[in-house]
């Protein structure tokens, strides 16, 4: 069975970090860009980040640039977002998606969902004081 499985999140203060890991079973993330949306009750989701097939690249949203780092351990098949300096604007339940890339030097993109194949069941993070 092909699937995404984020972990990471929880309950956190306001100023603190976390890391979420996104971990693929059932095939192998190398040919995948990743990316990480969110959404927020009563909110669209929005992509936060991603990052390339080769992890070269790696993409932010204005509103998580210089906060959250995204990198990848293919070895381990797995993709972290690290979260720092969280405020309650990033409470969000978060999700990991994959998108085949055929070109090994493709870069990455989180404007389009629909173009990611699999998708994570999702992670809460709460940022609350």
């Known amino acids: 069975q092909l699937q995404l499985v984020e972990s990471g999140g929880g309950l956190v203060q306001p100023g603190g970090s976390l890391r979420l890991s996104c971990a693929a079973s059932?095939?192998?993330?190398?040919?995948?860009?990743i990316a990480w949306f969110r959404q927020a009750p009563g909110k669209e989701r929005e992509g936060v980040s991603c990052i390339s097939r080769n992890g070269v690249q790696m993409r932010y949203a204005d509103s998580v640039k210089g906060r959250f780092t995204i990198s990848r351990d293919n070895a381990k098949n797995t993709v972290y977002l690290q979260m720092n300096t969280l405020t309650p604007q990033d409470t969000a339940v978060y999700y990991c998606a994959a998108d085949f890339i055929g070109a090994p030097s493709a870069g990455c993109h989180y404007y389009r969902a629909l173009d990611y194949d699999y998708w994570g069941q999702g992670t809460q993070v709460t940022v609350s004081s």
């Open positions: 059932g095939f192998t993330l190398d040919y995948y860009a």
